[in-house]
């Protein structure tokens, strides 16, 4: 009999603890929720709206999916959430177009059910994600495109019957193609130079009597394969007072 009981108890005690209500449940450490559930996509929903809100402009970020999600209980519900969106307005918010750019949110939002509280604690909408294939503008002094302008001046510079070679003077233009790593597509201010005056500890100088030149490079960064980097394309010619019709030239070549 004694042992009866006590199974009965053991068994109304663990329904119980099941039927906790939020407010009962105890804190402790994060969750990680399926994305497609729909308390996950409530909680992006929310986050998004609360964001929206403190948008100036006409454009609102809508939800696309939701790339993660987790929850953790302190005095409520916390969710920590990495969310796909894309840019819309008001009356088009159902209305997302194919080749519409989708951006990465981040949002810690607190939630307090039975207080009926949603609390945005940190938002924050990035850059555009790359899509493949898509060329997208680059700053042009950007550390990587630097990289990549002077490792394509130098290819440029081992090819022979060349008297002269040439030194970068500036980056005009940069942008940059997702494809099985990054394309790059560089506009260069060049300048030539005497090759006896060059050498692996002396670079190239130029002076205001040097030639200059417009070129346009295209080099392939591949991530993951030896050698990682390829010089795919150089298209140089002089330029006089015009710079922008010699480079307009160039991508026409």
């Known amino acids: ?24 449940q105890m804190p402790g450490g994060i969750k990680v929720l399926t994305t497609n559930t729909p308390e996950a996509v409530e909680a992006a929903s929310v986050s998004l709206e609360l964001y929206n809100q403190q948008g100036k402009d006409i454009y609102m970020y809508c939800l696309k999916r939701v790339n993660s999600a987790r ?32 951006f990465l949110c981040k949002f810690e939002l607190l939630q307090v059910p039975w207080q009926n509280i949603s609390r945005l604690l940190k938002g924050q909408c990035g850059e555009p994600i790359p899509v ?8 042009a002094k950007d550390s990587l495109v ?10 440029y510079n081992v090819y022979p019957g060349n008297d002269y ?15 099985s790593g990054h394309k790059y597509y560089l506009d260069v201010w060049m300048a030539e130079c005497l090759k006896q ?25 591949k991530p993951g394969e030896l050698g990682g980097v390829e010089f795919l394309d150089s ?13 307009s030239r160039l991508r026409s070549a």
């Open 1 to 24: 009999m004694t042992y009866w009981w006590l199974s009965v108890c053991l068994l109304l005690g663990s329904a119980a603890h099941a039927q906790l209500p939020y407010q009962a």
């Open 132 to 139: 493949v294939g898509q060329i997208t503008p680059v700053a």
């Open 197 to 221: 005056r060059v050498t692996e500890t002396i670079p190239c100088t130029t002076n205001v009597s040097a030639q200059e030149f417009a070129c346009f490079f295209v080099v392939w960064l």
């Open 146 to 155: 630097q990289s990549v302008a002077k490792f394509a001046v130098n290819q």
């Open 165 to 179: 070679t040439y030194g970068m003077v500036q980056v005009l233009a940069a942008k940059k193609q997702l494809i």
């Open 71 to 102: 929850m953790q209980v302190v005095a409520g519900l916390k969710y920590y959430l990495d969310v796909e969106t894309f840019r819309c307005i008001e009356e088009e918010i159902y209305l997302q177009r194919d080749n519409a750019q989708t």
């Open 235 to 247: 298209t140089c010619i002089p330029f006089g007072i015009n710079l922008g019709t010699g480079l």
